[in-house]
C-alpha cells in the first residue's frame, strides 16, 4: 500500500489550500484517515483525522479552519485548509490504518507567508 499527497505550497496569510491523499495497492478496508504535520524543532502533532462513518476529530489549533473529508470509492482523504496563518507552515503528513496497520505518505510542504 502506497499513499502519495499532494496539494501543498506558499500562500499569503488568511489563504486557501486543499491536500489531498490517495492510496492504492491491495486495499481491504480503511478504518481511519488522518492528516499530521511537523514544523522545524517541533513534533509530529494530529491536524484531522475522520473514522470510517465519518466521525471528525481536530486539533484545537485548526478547529473552524480546516476541514477534512474522505471519499471511500477513491481511497482518498482531503484537508480542505482556510484561513492559513504563518504557524500553520509545516509538512503536512496524511496517514491512513488499514484494519490494524498504519500507513504513511511522503509528506507535503506547507508554507504560509505573513
Known amino acids: 500500500v502506497q499513499l502519495q499527497a499532494s496539494g501543498g505550497g506558499l500562500v499569503q496569510a488568511g489563504g486557501s489550500l486543499r491536500l489531498s491523499c490517495a492510496a492504492s495497492?491491495?486495499?481491504?478496508?480503511?478504518?481511519?484517515m488522518g492528516w499530521y504535520r511537523q514544523a522545524p524543532g517541533k513534533q509530529r502533532e494530529l491536524v484531522a483525522s475522520i473514522n470510517s462513518v465519518g466521525s471528525t476529530n481536530y486539533g484545537d489549533s485548526v478547529k473552524g479552519r480546516f476541514t477534512i473529508s474522505r471519499d471511500n470509492a477513491k481511497n482518498t482523504v482531503y484537508l480542505q485548509m482556510n484561513g492559513l496563518k504563518p504557524e500553520d507552515t509545516a509538512v503536512y503528513y496524511c496517514k491512513m490504518v488499514l484494519t490494524a496497520m498504519p500507513y504513511w505518505g511522503q509528506g507535503t510542504q506547507v508554507t504560509v507567508s505573513s
Open positions: 495497492g491491495r486495499i481491504f478496508r480503511i478504518n481511519v
